[in-house]
């Protein structure tokens, strides 16, 4: 392992236990975090995942000052349950309508941008099952307590969907696959970043402001490497979650993911994108090979934006 990365890790990485929340309300003073959760057609989970974070760091703690769900055009309840909840929100297209709508969880993110207030932004997966409010906790852990830390990355062990309920220390399929073999040939420094697509992680607001945000799921990975780039090592944080569950995707699903990691990480390292499709092979459909569009768009920082906070 590059000695960089193994110095950053001792140091850098802690639990979600390290951090009591009397601690963070002593460091928090005057700052307002938000907690953001973009969602799509996860009416089954988001209330359940609202309603924890609502109880123990809204009501009980004033540890979190907005609770948002950015809603990508769901076509279940997930925007009634959300708002039932205690969340505010708002729906994808119809912030900043000026400037146009795009799918995706990055997107989701982007957006989030012009409606939230906080001085750190906290994102969780609306999808969860598996999970607890200590994972807001943990996040914010580095943040408030040392002023050199933009990004705070959270890592856990997942629990299988076989039902047995038995954990998988590593990370997810496009995780071992593409994204940690990625960083370790390319960004050495990084390969001890447990779960650098984890969807739980934070960051100050103007630091996320200042940075392009893609579209789709290559939002973690981009946001990863920009800071890194600009700020270095000691800028990053990462923090042990326990254990998570969540939904599964399918593998053709999983392979536009991957294809779109890849594009982040191609253009932050200048080498060229020739496609924007993947051509995936289907048996059971005639002609068996399809085309997937993968997602390339890159919203600009919206510090640079009018109108952004």
């Given at each position: 392992m590059d000695p960089r990365a193994a110095d950053w890790f001792m140091s850098a990485t802690t639990s979600s236990s390290d951090w009591s929340t009397a601690t963070l309300l002593d460091h928090k003073r005057d700052q307002r975090i938000s907690v953001v959760i973009p969602a799509r057609n996860e009416a089954a989970t988001v209330g359940d995942i609202i309603e924890g974070i609502r109880k123990e760091l809204v009501d009980d703690l004033p540890l979190v000052d907005e609770l948002i769900v950015i809603d990508s055009d769901s076509t279940d309840d997930?925007?009634?349950?959300?708002?039932?909840?205690?969340?505010?929100?708002?729906?994808?297209?119809?912030?900043?309508?000026?400037l146009g709508s795009h799918r995706g969880k990055g997107e989701a993110l982007w957006k989030s941008?012009?409606?939230?207030?906080?001085?750190?932004?906290?994102?969780?997966?609306?999808?969860?099952?598996?999970?607890?409010?200590?994972?807001?906790?943990?996040?914010?852990?580095?943040?408030?307590?040392?002023?050199?830390?933009?990004?705070?990355?959270?890592?856990?062990?997942?629990?299988?969907?076989?039902?047995?309920?038995?954990h998988a220390p590593q990370g997810g399929r496009v995780t071992e696959l593409v994204a940690r073999p990625l960083l370790n040939l390319c960004w050495p420094a990084l390969s001890s970043v447990v779960q650098p697509l984890a969807g739980e992680w934070a960051i100050r607001s103007r630091t996320f402001a200042s940075l392009p945000v893609p579209i789709g799921y290559g939002v973690e990975m981009a946001t990863l490497l920009d800071v890194f780039t600009r700020s270095g090592l000691d800028a990053i944080a990462q923090v042990d979650l326990g254990q998570r569950a969540h939904s599964h995707q399918s593998v053709h699903d999983l392979g536009v993911m991957a294809a779109e990691i890849l594009a982040v990480a191609a253009r932050r390292a200048n080498l060229p994108i020739d496609a924007e499709q993947l051509w995936q092979f289907d048996r059971e459909q005639q002609p068996p090979w399809r085309a997937r569009t993968v997602p390339m768009l890159e919203r600009p920082p919206a510090q640079s934006l009018s109108g952004a906070r």
């Open positions: 997930t925007a009634a349950i959300a708002g039932s909840a205690g969340a505010t929100v708002h729906a994808a297209r119809s912030i900043r309508p000026d941008q012009f409606v939230s207030t906080g001085d750190i932004s906290v994102f969780v997966d609306g999808d969860l099952t598996e999970w607890g409010p200590h994972f807001v906790v943990g996040l914010l852990g580095p943040l408030l307590t040392n002023p050199a830390v933009e990004l705070v990355k959270g890592y856990y062990d997942r629990v299988l969907e076989d039902g047995s309920g038995q």
